[in-house]
């Protein structure tokens, strides 16, 4: 069994010799060391050949790298053992038996990838600070969650992890092992702890884990947030300790400086700076997340379009979607308020000089939206407004950190380069006056409001302010968007070069503002010249529209479109393919209603079950009062049954067109009176518009030609009513759908059908009739098209939607074991109801469990974190505060008076906990911020956890319950967050 040592080399001629030696020493034969050295001028290199030319198990690399993780994936591809490893050329083996004893515990332990041992912390002299803390019960990903465990130089693993997993990831400086492991963790590797000391890590003052432990520690939190989402508490506590006692914790047993620790951190706190926490860090404080847009019913579906690419890109990155109605109809504020993470809030009202304040072609209301006015936001929160025009393509989180770290956030013009954009060109003389806009501001690149970003209570919170109180001044912001022709004629036309000499003329002569009105040209109005002014005027940053907000050629005909006319005239153009021009960097698309793609749309808890019922002749004597309450589909003639019983499904279907047109008056008068039958969604062929035109106004009918242009999976060849009545059910979100009636035994043509044509028309009154559950079914006169009109077309149907559904987190039962649809698993209906119905009750109680622990999990770690918070930048401005911080930190190491901080936020949400000393405090805080987290996070959850957590779950008597229902709540969440439910819920 031969074992490959890769070590990295860079400058370490003061140490390298003593790691050569080490490996040299060894007394296992089958070895090969392979030193990787990137271009050391500190006589390394030399030191390197040397000691090749003494043994032949050595081998070199000598040749430029991107770093120290490219350098040891070098060595790992190079390398031809059955075991690898890496031992820095600072670090060295404990003895010459380290490689005989891994030979060893592998040959023992066939089944085991990943073997580590203990391990010693010295100092360049040679004396043993102490020995590394490892932890030695390592079975999942989630044993690195709180802290590594690990010493790196202890550890081997098999060859054939490396060619599974690949190599270390280049782009962590500081923390590539870390990372390493959890991925070899990941992928189902098994680890091993043996009890022996096998390395030497060396502590100095040029290792960068010692020279940079402040960012290592920072890479930490980030590479951990990526991997799972969401952080205990302690990493940020060994973040914030280090930050103030600049003391490496990893090397100081704190036992032994206990009180020059406190007395460091009784110095004033200094700031967080940006460059310790990186923008890709995890935040620090979790600030809120709100992002805010608004649309009336003609932006409607671009509205939900928005929501959609949110949900499938960014869920886990925002808190909260505001929407604010723009006159919205209740049945589309109710569709709204069905989708996860979105709540729709009503405009503030309008000043009384300004009636049409709320006009959505004026967007004169934007600035209030954006300024979240009439919202309870507290400072430090991120706000994010986003036009209802556009599709985010790729995690919102970047921008969010780019809000948190510079304060505010907008995007430039600089993904049109055909023409300039210069605030001057699209802001009206009024408009002007009313701004006070000085030249320079005029003569300043004009943004565009689409995305617009602050932090609450940060340094532009005055320009948000200000662009609030302009937007409610009528003069200045509504003028006709698009410039008359006579107006347009009073200009010259400038090209970008011509444009450019006006503003330099500008800048050097200080004209006035009136005077550069004059010379420059006017092509209308934009509401955002408020912000692209004052973003001049506050000298805020700007971010470039290629990369955060692209829009191309078709987009903007479709604004000027949307202005003259309809939202809805673009919405009929709209497709998921209309791409063109976007690039694969751009973090949003600018498609102003040319681009929607629906799927990946999430839904609050839509746990109900849902029935497609089939018209099948094996529905005789079915009870249908048991579907009386519950969610159903009832497809095309059967309304003359509901009308005689008195109930009327949930969600209407007919996607025949020759049935459609046969029937269509009726199908008519049951959206006229759906709020009195209580049918919630029509699903029909755009056929139906030509003789009722006004059902495109009525909220809840859906028409099959608008999804299959939205939502891939719907674009399917022979359309057949049951099988795409399944596939809608499975858009608007349901987990279980059951299947009554599909029979599929049809009698191709009754007797008293005749032909004409290629359909068939009832010419008689029909007896019994064969193909439906009651006689009355079809009347004289009713026209339809032969059953199978395609061989087998609607077997074929049900067979590529078992297909389609079979990817997805749902499950499908036909309820008639006769069926000649046998893609779906078989269960009596009755038994079935049964079973979803307490399944039902049991995902419901869950989910309020869920949201309970989630609630006292934010209080309890907004508790713990609050000092840190505070050392956080721009939360520490007094030196007080640094005070009350270090007093805080003093009791919470020292276990004094800590329950004086903890016992107000424990004892009311836990009332079995009676704090009666700071240990007892301190113990019980850190268990529920600790485990509760990872609920929190949807991470994995040990039974052994559960059971503890029993006494946190109101109303449950015994741990097994509530371990039962946290698993259901748990998956639950965990498919919507992994699949992406592909539905609209109920929009």
């Known amino acids: 069994m031969r074992i490959s040592v890769i070590s990295p080399s860079f400058n370490q001629a003061k140490f390298i010799g003593r790691t050569i030696s080490s490996v040299a020493k060894q007394n296992y034969a089958a070895k090969q060391h392979i030193i990787v050295d990137g271009g050391s001028t500190d006589g390394s290199v030399q030191l390197i050949e040397d000691a090749k030319s003494s043994h032949t198990h050595i081998e070199t690399i000598i040749e430029p790298d991107r770093g120290q993780s490219d350098a040891i994936n070098k060595g790992f591809r190079r390398a031809d053992g059955e075991i690898l490893a890496w031992l820095n050329t600072d670090d060295f083996y404990y003895d010459s038996a380290v490689l005989q004893k891994i030979a060893d515990a592998f040959r023992a332990n066939p089944g085991i990838d990943i073997i580590y041992g203990r391990g010693q912390r010295l100092d360049t002299d040679g004396k043993v600070i102490r020995e590394a803390w490892i932890n030695r019960k390592i079975f999942t990903e989630w044993d690195f969650w709180k802290s590594l465990g690990i010493l790196q ?38 680890f091993k702890f043996i009890n022996e000391l096998l390395s030497c890590a060396v502590v100095h003052e040029d290792a960068k884990s010692t020279r940079d432990r402040q960012r290592q520690l920072s890479e930490c939190i980030s ?21 103030v006692t600049q003391v490496d914790q990893k090397i100081d047993a704190t036992r032994g400086r206990r009180d020059e620790l406190i007395q460091l951190k009784t110095r004033p706190l200094a700031r967080f700076t940006k460059e310790a926490l990186p923008y890709s860090a995890a935040p620090l404080y979790f600030p809120q997340r709100l992002i805010i847009t608004a649309f009336d019913s003609e932006y409607f579906y671009q509205g939900i379009n928005l929501i959609a690419s949110l949900h499938r890109t960014s869920f886990l990155s925002f808190d909260k979607i505001i929407v604010f109605s723009l006159d919205l109809s209740r049945t589309e504020i109710g569709h709204l308020n069905s989708l996860e993470k979105v709540t729709v809030k009503q405009l503030p009202p309008a000043p ?70 210069y605030n001057v060109q699209f802001t009206h003389d009024e408009a002007v006056k009313v701004l006070n806009a000085s030249t320079e501001e005029l003569i300043a ?102 990369l955060y907000r692209q829009g191309n050629d078709i987009s903007s005909a479709a604004s000027h479109r949307n202005w003259l006319s309809s939202a809805k005239e673009t919405d009929e153009l709209s497709h998921r393919s209309s791409l063109e021009g976007l690039t694969k960097s751009s973090r949003a698309f600018h498609h102003r209603g040319t681009y929607t793609d629906l799927t990946g749309l999430l839904f609050r808890r839509f746990i109900e079950p849902a029935f497609v019922v089939g018209n099948g002749p094996s529905l005789r004597g079915f009870d249908f009062e048991a579907l009386r309450g519950r969610i159903w589909v009832g497809m095309n003639a059967a309304y003359r049954f509901w009308d005689d019983i008195g109930i009327y499904p949930y969600i209407y279907s007919c996607l025949d067109t020759v049935v459609l047109e046969s029937h269509k008056d009726e199908v008519w008068r049951l959206i006229q009176n759906k709020g009195k039958f209580g049918i919630e969604f029509f699903f029909l062929r755009k056929c139906f518009l030509e003789s009722y035109p006004d059902a495109v106004a009525v909220p809840g009918i859906f028409f099959l030609e608008d999804l299959q242009k939205h939502v891939d999976w719907l674009d399917r060849g022979k359309v057949t009513t049951g099988s795409f009545s399944l596939y809608f059910c499975a858009f608007l979100g349901f987990y279980n759908i059951g299947l009554l009636g599909v029979d599929l035994n049809y009698v191709e043509k009754i007797d008293e059908a005749e032909p004409e044509g290629r359909e068939l028309v009832i010419s008689r009154e029909v007896g019994s009739n064969p193909n439906y559950f009651f ?58 109801m049964d079973i979803w119905d307490q399944e039902m009750q049991q995902a419901m109680n869950a989910a309020q469990t869920f949201d309970q622990l989630v609630e006292r999990q934010i209080v309890y770690r907004n508790v713990l974190l609050e000092a840190i918070s505070e050392g956080a930048e721009g939360f520490f401005p007094t030196e007080e505060q640094a005070r009350r911080t270090a007093v805080w930190y003093r009791d919470v190491r020292r276990g004094g008076s800590v329950h004086r901080s903890l016992a107000p936020a424990v004892e009311p949400l836990h009332p079995q906990v009676r704090v009666r000393d700071a240990s007892s405090a301190q113990t019980e805080f850190l268990r529920l911020t600790g485990r509760v987290l990872t609920i929190g996070a949807w991470g994995a959850e040990t039974e052994e956890y559960l059971k503890q957590a029993h006494e946190l779950l109101p109303g449950v008597d015994d741990p097994v319950s509530a371990a039962d229902h946290l698993k259901k709540i748990e998956a639950f969440v965990r498919r919507q967050r992994d699949h992406g439910l592909r539905g609209m819920g109920n929009v």
Not at 161 to 187: C, P, S, T
């Open 352 to 421: 009384p000089s300004f009636p049409d304040f709320t006009d959505p072609k004026g967007r004169a209301y934007k600035s209030a939206c954006i300024a979240a006015e009439g919202l309870d936001i507290s400072d430090g929160a991120l706000v994010l407004w986003l036009d209802a025009g556009l599709s985010i393509c790729s995690d919102i989180d970047e921008i969010f950190h780019l809000v948190n770290n510079e304060d505010f956030f907008i995007t430039n013009h600089d993904d049109s380069r055909h023409w300039p954009f």
């Open 775 to 832: 006689d009355g079914y079809q009347k004289p006169g009713d026209r339809y098209n032969p059953p199978n009109r395609h061989a087998d077309m609607h077997l074929r149907s049900w067979n590529e939607a078992a297909e389609v559904l079979a990817k997805w987190p749902i499950s499908v039962v036909n309820c008639n074991l006769n069926s000649a649809v046998r893609c779906f698993p078989f269960e009596d209906a009755k038994s079935l």
């Open 445 to 546: 690149p004009h943004m565009c409001s689409a995305i617009v970003g602050y932090k609450r209570g940060g340094q532009y919170q005055d320009l948000i302010y200000e662009a609030r109180r302009l937007g409610r001044i009528r003069s200045a912001v509504m003028w006709p968007k698009v410039a008359s022709k006579e107006e347009r004629k009073r200009f010259p036309k400038l090209n970008n070069e011509e444009m450019e000499e006006v503003r330099k003329e500008a800048t050097e002569t200080k004209i006035s503002p009136t005077e550069l009105k004059k010379k420059s040209p006017y092509y209308g109005h934009r509401t955002q010249s408020i912000f692209s002014i004052l973003c001049s005027r506050y000298k805020a940053p700007t971010f470039s529209s290629s």
């Open 153 to 190: 130089p202890s550890l081997f693993f098999r060859r054939t992890v490396f060619d599974r997993i690949g190599g270390l990831e280049e782009h962590y400086n500081l923390q590539m092992d870390y990372d390493y492991w959890i991925r070899m963790a990941k992928a189902g590797f098994k």
């Open 223 to 243: 590479m951990l947030y990526h991997h799972f989402g969401e952080l205990p508490a302690e990493w940020y506590d060994r973040l914030a300790d280090f930050h």
